[in-house]
């Protein structure tokens, strides 16, 4: 059974960092796409950046410049660096982790993050 577990959220203040991970365990190969997403309160789960299996990646524009993913591939371990962080990068991070042709797709519990200013 494939898990996903992160941690590295806080509680900072406006222009500070942090950085994310992302743990898995219970896979037996790279997933082709790893990701974190957000949930601000009242809003929708949004994506923050993708990155794929050969290390292509994609950012919301909101995060462009700050935020920077990165992964390793054979423990299936993604990073979020998180620089320079806005009071509206606040709410729950979400990992995901995907098989895109076998269409399973998975999640981990979320970790929080708090920008205050």
């Known amino acids: 059974q494939v898990q996903l577990e992160e941690s590295g959220g806080g509680l900072v203040q406006a222009g500070e960092s942090l950085r994310l991970s992302c743990v898995t365990s219970?896979?037996?190969?790279?997933?082709?796409?790893m990701g974190w997403y957000r949930q601000a309160p009242g809003k929708q789960r949004e994506m923050v950046a993708t990155?794929?299996?050969?290390?292509?990646?994609d950012y919301a524009d909101s995060v462009k410049g700050r935020f920077t993913i990165s992964r390793r591939n054979p423990k299936n371990t993604v990073y979020l660096q998180m620089d320079s962080l806005r009071p509206e990068d606040t709410g729950v991070y979400f990992c995901?982790?995907?098989?895109?042709?076998?269409?399973?797709?998975?999640w981990g519990q979320g970790t929080q993050v708090t920008v205050f200013s």
């Open positions: 219970g896979s037996t190969r790279s997933f082709d796409s």
């Open positions: 990155i794929s299996s050969i290390g292509m990646s």
């Open positions: 995901n982790a995907a098989y895109v042709r076998a269409s399973r797709t998975y």
